[in-house]
Each structure stands twice: as structure tokens, then as C-alpha cells.
């Protein structure tokens, strides 16, 4: 599925970087700052978990994924982001469904693929 693989593609702390925040990093497995999408102005309260790519907000709650992560700071939906870091991350939407038969699979086709590494 197209999302699944935008979502495999994607890391959150490197959009988070790209949109300015200065991220401290706690663990490998942590990083915090404050949220941009309330008024904090003190305590760090905007965690990111690479691990699972997710965000979180102690302060205001709001959490989610990279690409809802990407759609809260962008103030789109959820659909024009999958949209936009679909051409960031060149992923091809005419990109057959993983049931398609490989055999089907012309040279030109797999040429075509932004993705060369396909497995069988």
C-alpha cells in the first residue's frame, strides 16, 4: 500500500530538523522540544520516538505519526501531506500492489521503479 510505504520512507526527526526545531536528544530513542503547537514556552513537552516515527505532546495532547506530524505543521490534511512527501520521497503511485504477479513485470517497468531493490 502507497501510505505504508511513505510512512516506511519517512523519519520523523529529520522532518521535524527540516521545519527548525531544535531537538534535544535524550536517548537514542527520545528526543524533546517545545511544542509548536501550543504555547510552550518553558518546559519541553513535544517528544519524538524514531523508533516508531509517532510524536507526542504531554502538554496538549496532540500526537500521531510522520505524515500527521507533517499535516499539523503544514496546516493541511492528512491526504494533501501523503501527497507532498510522496513527491519528496519519489515514491511512484503507479507502483503495482504487492499481490501483483512478478512475473507480469516487464523490464521497462522495473526500470521505471524509483526503487530498484525488489524481492522475491
Known sequence: MLVDDIKRRLDIIDIAKQAGLELKKQSSRLYKTKCIFHNDI?????????DTNTFKCYACGKHGDAINFYAELHHISNKQAIKELKTTININSSRPAYGMNPKNWTPAYLKSQPDHRIYF
Open 42 to 50: 518553558k518546559t519541553p513537552n513535544l517528544f519524538f520516538y524514531p
